[in-house]
């Protein structure tokens, strides 16, 4: 069967997205009119559908994606070259509420978790050692290593050391970062058991740290100080960590409801098709899971630059509006002082994979949360309180934002990519191709392939079908980040290194 050559995606739209690679020359046929390509134009690239005066706004998705630099014809290539970005710095934005009800029926279903002692619920059975400070990185990683040697794993699913570079030598803002995302790590429902590891003389003082846990389960977390240790911090270290395996080697999986998933949502290395292959399915995905009463968190706030308002109209509560814009304008304000504009955000492979302007990218970006209403509105290294869709303060750099979410509760999290990335955080990381190339030639970094919904797969049934990969990947089986063992932690640092 021909493959289709371009897509229309809104009706609106002055711009089509190439299916496949289009040569100069060719004629597409849209609306009654005959269009020819001025350009040899990629797949996943843009060709104009009218002619453009200097100054007018390009149209996709329905909504400007920013405006011509120069006089365009009908027919012509539209890349970073010739579109430019319309967002400036903060802006003043009104409430206009949208009701959006999702008609999607409570499907009851369940999946092997691990309740915790607190009612969370775990997709893994780990055991996590956490330093405080990047200091004891390599005895953390020497212990991890020394217990998975010892037990084999057997009875619990890993053993991780999640080092850093912090802990230390942060004022502010970024030491307060530090502790919150390492409280959130060790109170994290994936992890059967932590050992907080400490140096002693560090910025982040450990009795202060376990404070900052709260009512946490003494018998699942404890705390070892090196410098307190008469001898070798090895042999306490395997002594504390011996008695924690023992208590989480005892868990078991039961059955739970799908309303007790929490699912971060985050793409990178986006592509031209990002929006209409794996991010739509994402937002499928994420009402779904909202209609039976669970949770999913959008974050990435710069990538939702152009398509806010989509957002804060989304929100249930004036309140929720209001936090909104301070998550969007505060964002801003932190590019503003530091020099940057707030709109030069597409990477050189986005833009070589058809993205030419944040626009372009954040109305992509955001089809990641589907239609639900937003619930909750967190800043970074808050933990989630609300069920439903949520907002997550956090940049949009791939491994900050993946832990972010992880931070925030979520026990896996779902990854977009059009380019292709082998990294995963803290909990699963599992990996959708936006196309059916990156999934083919790159199976050993993809969980699901997206790419199907342009070769004639209708949506229902591929959402079906990846609902059943991420509650099957809940309940036990690994993804390719954790076949592969690439998982690590990043910490957002904005101020002075001491």
């Not at 120069?70 to 070259?81: C, F, K, R, Y």
């Not at 140096?199 to 070892?224: T, V």
Request: glycine share 10%.
């Amino acid at each position: 069967m021909k493959q289709t050559a371009y897509l229309q995606i809104n009706k609106a739209d002055t711009v089509v997205v190439c299916l496949r690679p289009i040569d100069k020359g060719e004629t597409l046929e849209i609306g009654g009119r005959r269009i020819t390509v001025r350009q040899d134009t990629p797949a996943g690239h843009k060709i104009l559908l009218r002619d453009t005066a200097k100054g007018e706004n390009i149209i996709k998705y329905g909504y400007p994606i920013g405006h011509a630099k120069e006089n365009l014809e009908a027919g012509e290539w539209v890349n970073e070259h010739n579109i430019g970005t319309n967002l400036a710095g903060t802006l003043n934005y009104e409430y206009k509420p949208v009701k959006e009800v999702l008609d999607i029926k409570d499907e009851h279903r369940t999946f092997k978790g691990y309740v915790r002692k607190n009612g969370e619920v775990g997709v893994r059975n780990e055991v996590w050692i956490v330093p405080t400070v990047g200091c004891v990185n390599g005895i953390a990683e020497r212990l991890a290593k020394q217990l998975e040697q010892e037990t084999r794993l057997e009875g619990i699913d890993a053993v991780h050391a999640w080092h850093h570079n912090y802990g230390c030598s942060q004022l502010g803002d970024d030491h307060e970062n530090t502790r919150k995302i390492l409280r959130d790590i060790c109170l994290h429902p994936n992890a059967g058991a932590v050992l907080v590891l400490s140096l002693g003389c560090e910025n982040n003082q450990p009795e202060d740290f376990m404070r900052l846990l709260g009512d946490y389960d003494a018998d699942r977390i404890q705390l070892l100080i090196t410098q307190k240790v008469e001898g070798d911090e090895m042999e306490e270290g395997m002594k504390l960590l011996r008695q924690l395996y023992a208590k989480a080697a005892q868990d078991k999986r039961s059955e739970v409801s799908v309303s007790k998933l929490r699912v971060g949502l985050k793409c990178g290395g986006s592509d031209g098709f990002s929006g209409i292959t794996a991010n739509p399915l994402v937002g499928e995905f994420s009402d779904w899971l909202v209609a039976q009463g669970g949770t999913t968190i959008l974050t990435e706030v710069p990538e939702m630059f152009g398509a806010e308002t989509i957002l804060m109209n989304r929100c249930k509560t004036p309140q929720l509006f209001q936090k909104t814009v301070s998550l969007i304008n505060d964002f801003k304000d932190y590019f503003l002082s530091h020099g940057e504009p707030v709109g030069e955000n597409p990477s050189p492979g986005n833009k070589a994979g058809g993205i030419s302007t944040l626009e372009d990218k954040a109305l992509g970006c955001t089809q990641k949360c589907g239609r639900a209403p937003v619930s909750g509105v967190l800043e970074y290294g808050e933990r989630l309180r609300h069920n439903g869709l949520n907002l997550l303060s956090a940049p949009g750099n791939d491994l900050v934002a993946a832990t972010a979410l992880a931070a925030s509760g979520c026990q896996l999290v779902l990854f977009t990519t059009g380019r292709g990335t082998p990294f995963g955080t803290f909990v699963p990381t599992m990996k959708i191709s936006t196309n059916s190339n990156l999934y083919n030639t790159k199976r050993n970094w993809i969980d699901f392939n997206a790419g199907e919904l342009v070769e004639g797969t209708d949506m229902d049934s591929l959402r079906n079908r990846f609902t059943d990969k991420i509650i099957a990947t809940a309940s036990g089986d690994l993804v390719r980040n954790e076949i592969n063992d690439y998982r690590e932690i990043a910490i957002f640092k904005n101020g002075v290194t001491l």
